[in-house]
């Protein structure tokens, strides 16, 4: 689905979503507090930001901030583009913490530009 007609269906589909994405997580971290042990396998990771625009950079680590067990610490400049530090306490490594931000980042660009497209 690309095009300007389908950015308001594109842009609910992703809010339902990325709702159903903060259910998930909280409902993880909820379990982790009531419970005894810890699964938390906390890391931080550096993320290469398919974001070209600061505002879609401003959102997609708000988006991340706000997502329970996650938070974006900050942002470096690269050769070629950006890249956001990120904390991540439940993805069991590097490369699926890195995987899930990137899906979330390309679901949000693909809801909020006009020529969509966008890859995890």
Not at 21 to 32: E, F
Not at 72 to 80: A, F, K, L, P, Y
Not at 84 to 101: E, F, G, I, K, Q
């Amino acid at each position: 689905m690309k095009g300007a007609l389908s950015m308001p269906w594109r842009l609910v589909l992703f809010t339902l979503w990325y709702i159903g994405q903060v259910l998930k997580s909280a409902s993880q971290v909820s379990h982790d507090i009531v419970t005894p042990g810890r699964e938390a396998t906390p890391r931080v990771v550096r993320m290469p930001a398919q974001s070209t625009t600061d505002a879609q950079l401003t959102a997609i680590a708000s988006l991340i901030t706000l997502t329970p067990g996650t938070l974006t610490i900050g942002v470096v400049e690269r050769e070629g583009g950006r890249d956001l530090l990120v904390h991540s306490m439940y993805d069991p490594d590097r490369d699926t913490a890195v995987h899930h931000l990137r899906e979330m980042e390309a679901r949000m660009l693909n809801a909020v530009t006009i020529k969509g497209g966008y890859r995890a």
